[in-house]
């Protein structure tokens, strides 16, 4: 699905999301899906232009659903990895992450059955909050942990864009991040504090459709009903 011109979302899951980006020498992927969904990843990459094209791998987070076809993205592209700095270990697969918060920890090997391990993976950019990356121009890396410690989303400021991972969710309305999953709940507020002072008309999500119109109101509606 083509949100704007050259921003794909490429549907990786039932409502999960990657997104590829398009200019004129080059592709710039943003997460990957689960495991073992490379092959619809690359046929959807395939529909705007070719796999070894893809120059860049953006990874908003670690978690399964974001990384689990990296590793086969990643070798057949030759693309650099920018993953930020506190989940980097956790891609290269040096440690395993957190696994589900409170009362739900009990139900981690369900988690498991869900979304098998992403395999390790090389990171050749370890990404911190303020970082300029090369894409269309000049786009900002800004550090929104709480659903991870390392969560990341990624903002252009000339398609007046914004790539929010799962620092929140459009999924029966905007909401913060799935709480089940969630690192850290009041991180996760202070990011969409600091994603709602930023000014944007597109948002695109890890879960749930894009806003593309209006999106920086929208956020902001949702940081002031957090408190």
């Known amino acids: 699905m083509e949100i704007i011109p050259g921003i794909y979302a490429i549907n990786t899951h039932r409502l999960g999301r990657a997104y590829l980006y398009r200019e004129a020498d080059k592709l710039t992927l943003i997460d990957t899906g689960l495991t073992g969904r490379s092959a619809d990843v690359s046929a959807a990459i395939e529909q705007v232009g070719r796999v070894e094209d893809v120059r860049q791998v953006i990874i908003t987070h670690w978690h399964v659903d974001h990384t689990g076809s990296l590793a086969e993205v990643a070798e057949r592209s030759g693309a650099q990895v ?12 040096e440690r395993a992450g957190p696994g ?16 098998k391990p992403a395999l390790p993976t090389r990171v050749d950019r370890e990404l911190s909050d303020g970082d300029e990356i090369d894409l269309d121009g000049g786009a900002r890396i800004l550090h929104v942990p ?8 990624v903002y252009v400021p000339g398609r007046r864009l914004l790539f929010a991972g799962d620092a929140m969710a459009n999924v029966f309305g ?24 930023l000014d944007f008309d ?16 929208a956020v902001r509606r949702l940081a002031e009903r957090l408190g």
């Open 82 to 93: 920018l993953v930020h700095t506190l989940d980097a270990p956790i891609v290269r697969g």
């Open 100 to 115: 589900p918060q409170g009362a739900w920890r009990y139900l981690g090997p369900l988690f498991e059955r869900v979304g």
């Open 146 to 153: 709480g659903h991870t410690a390392g969560s990341i989303a």
């Open 174 to 197: 905007l909401r913060p991040p799935i709480g089940v999953l969630t690192e850290d709940k009041v991180q996760a507020r202070a990011s969409i504090r600091k994603l709602a002072e």
């Open 202 to 217: 597109i948002a695109c999500f890890g879960h749930g459709r894009p806003l593309d119109r209006d999106a920086s109101r």
